[in-house]
Each structure stands twice: as structure tokens, then as C-alpha cells.
């Protein structure tokens, strides 16, 4: 199983890491993409790539971080794409957050996106209530030639066809299995087949209770651990009415066609 989006670095999770791993293991999880959000946490991404061969790191800025970056991280970004093979993400726009600044998000997503493109590396993005600036962006700029994520995917159905022919992928969580977030995970049924990917998120955006099949050491219950993404497929593979197995074929063939770049 591939985990198409977690933060595995966070530091809720920091104290059990060697259990979570090892969790991830019994799990059957083959890989996980682990996006860093800001300066401060780049170097924890990497040091766990360097721990553990299930992490490929993705190193990019955050709309919700950018109060927080220097004068030069666009230069500390470059060497850490040069440090190891990795993706770029999460970096995107937001418009559900507070006292948002869209411009600055923009300019700051497109530095990203063109880094990106100029090393053909995959994007993973975020996108809250920006759907029509996003497409706008995307069909405007020169994008990487294997691909991006659009992770978490809550836009629009009739949006996916000019997502997917500038070459998205979707992910689909396994927090829109709560009721409340079912045209989310109804949107999905519009998905190419080819085009999907599966992720936890995690530590957040827990599944609904019936799905949860691991849980983080010492929690009270409100951290996602990362070994769920068994409960994702299980989620997608009886929304979808696909076999399990032609699923996880499914995920492997799309994630290998995205993240190949990257190399492991």
C-alpha cells in the first residue's frame, strides 16, 4: 500500500516514531510521501528518508507557513532537492484560513511550481477554497511533465476533467468517509481511474471510528497514524466497488507513474 500524503515529521508523532514505523511495516505499506511545510521542518523530512526506506520526502512551503520564511528559502529549498530525490509540496493556496494574502500565497506557489518544473519533480498541493485561482494558475504556468497532486481533493466535480488534462492526480482521504464530507468522496466517482491516489494525511484528518485500524501509542484519540491508509483502500475499494487487489494494483501502477521522478 502507498500512502500518497502524510506528515510523518510532525512532532505529535516524534516520540513513536520507531513504533509507528515498525507499525507501518506489519501494515504492508510500501511507501509514504512525507511533505514538509516550512523551513523548520525540512530537515526532519530528510532525516527520515534517510531512517526509513518506506519515506520519500517532498519538501515545499505551506500557505498556512508563510509568515514564517526567511529572505532566502527559495535558496534553502534548492539544496534541499539537491540533498536527496524528492517531490515538491506542500505548498499551495488557501483561502478558508485567516486573514489570508491570495497574491502573496500565489507568487509564492508559483516560485515553487516552476523549481519544480524545472527539475520535471512531482507537486503535492493544497487547495481550500481557491479552486477557480488554482486551475487559473495551472493553465497559465509550465508545469512538471510527470505530473502533480492535488491532495485531499475537495474541488468541484466538473472541475476534474481540466485538472486532469493539465496532468493531476487526486487523492482520496479516508476523512471523507464521515457523512458530513460526502460530496467529497462522492466527487470521486469522477476520478480517471488512472489519476487516483490514496492518503491519510496523518497525524490529521482522522477516518471515521469503524475505519480505524491502528492508533498512535499514548493517544487520546485524536492523532492519525499513518498505518491507516489499509482503512483508506478499504474505504475507496467498497465506495468505488472495486476488488480490493485490482485497487492496490490500481494505486501502485498510478503512484509509480507519478512519483517515478523521484526514484527510491
Known sequence: M???????????LRPYLDTILDDCKQAGVQRMVVNGTCEDDWDDVFDLAAKSDLVVPSFGYHPWKLHQRTAKWIDALRRMLDRVPSAVGEIGLDRWMENHDIELQEEIFVKQLTLATERNLPVSIHCLKAWGKLVEILEREKLPKCGFLIHSYGGAADMIPRFANLGAYFS??????????????????????????????????????????????????????????????GIAANFLNVPPSKLESQISRNSENLFNCVGH
Open 2 to 12: 502507498i500512502d500518497a500524503h502524510n506528515h510523518l515529521q510532525d512532532l505529535r
Open 172 to 233: 482520496l482521504s479516508g476523512y471523507f468517509a464521515h457523512p458530513r464530507k460526502s460530496k467529497h468522496l462522492e466527487n470521486f466517482k469522477h476520478v480517471p481511474a488512472d489519476r487516483l491516489l490514496l492518503e491519510t494525511d496523518a497525524p490529521d484528518m482522522l477516518p471515521p471510528e469503524e475505519w480505524i485500524q491502528n492508533r498512535v501509542p499514548a493517544d487520546t484519540g485524536a492523532l492519525h497514524h499513518p498505518a491507516n491508509i489499509g482503512a483508506v483502500y
